[in-house]
């Protein structure tokens, strides 16, 4: 069974880093790419980045590029997406979710809420 | 990289049908046939419903169909439901991996 369980949200003030954490179980993130799409209140879906399995690197949403960076821990079957210099734009529900096999996003967690606020 | 544009809100009796358009650019659907459709409930995690413009994953009920035509991709639900009363999100690849919709609430009459 798939499970993707994202953790390490939470308040944080301009400026200052995050790192959020999504653990995968029922399969292996050394096959499958896995993006993060956020959802700010009120508002819809965003792309945010993608961890490419293969090659083993991110690419980033141009609202996030220099600022946020994937990386990956095998032996914990998880990937992280280390969030610097955020601001009140960054405020959303995360999500991480798995890429498809039909360049599609084929299972996703519930989400982990980062709310950056003075 | 812009959004793909949807319609904020649709509604539907019971037994009818909906459809949801969404309309983007050379840079995503008119060039790819990687078009997918979420279901979101509130609180809940996103559900895959269609991919690659018109495929149902297993599971998914047939009331579920999509299609594209130009610059522009549909998201057609029919016998509505009460459960299908949720925001739905288009999405394609992009020029810079994936872009999305602006999503659309349904409404269930």
């Known amino acids: 069974q798939v499970q993707l369980v994202e953790s390490g949200g939470g308040v944080v003030q301009p400026g200052r880093s995050l790192r959020l954490s999504c653990a995968a179980s029922?399969?292996?993130?050394?096959?499958?790419?896995m993006h993060w799409v956020r959802q700010a209140p009120g508002k819809g879906l965003e792309w945010v980045s993608f961890?490419?399995?293969?090659?083993?690197?991110?690419f980033y949403a141009d609202s996030v590029k220099g600022r946020f960076t994937l990386s990956r821990d095998k032996s914990k079957n998880t990937v992280y997406l280390e969030m610097n210099s955020l601001g009140v734009e960054d405020t959303a529900l995360y999500f991480c979710?798995?890429?498809?096999?039909?360049?599609?996003?084929?299972?996703w967690g519930q989400g982990t809420l980062v709310t950056v606020s003075s | 990289q812009s959004a793909l544009t949807q319609p904020a809100s649709v509604s539907g009796s019971p037994g009818q049908s909906i459809t949801i358009s969404c309309t983007g650019t050379?840079?995503?659907?008119?060039?790819?046939?990687?078009v997918s459709w979420y279901q979101h409930h509130p609180g809940k995690a996103p559900k895959l419903i269609i991919y690659?413009?018109?495929n149902r994953p297993s599971g998914v009920p047939n009331r579920y169909s999509g299609s594209r035509s130009g610059n522009t991709a549909s998201l057609t639900i029919s016998g509505l439901q009460a459960e299908d009363e949720a925001d739905y999100y288009c999405?394609?690849?992009?020029?810079?991996?994936?872009?999305f919709g602006g999503g659309t609430k349904l409404t269930v009459l």
């Open positions: 979710a798995r890429d498809g096999p039909h360049w599609d996003v084929d299972w």
């Open positions: 029922g399969f292996n993130l050394n096959v499958f790419g």
């Open positions: 961890f490419s399995a293969e090659e083993a690197r991110g």
């Open positions: 050379r840079s995503d659907i008119v060039n790819y046939n990687y």
């Open positions: 690659e413009v018109n």
């Open positions: 999405s394609s690849k992009g020029s810079i991996i994936r872009v």
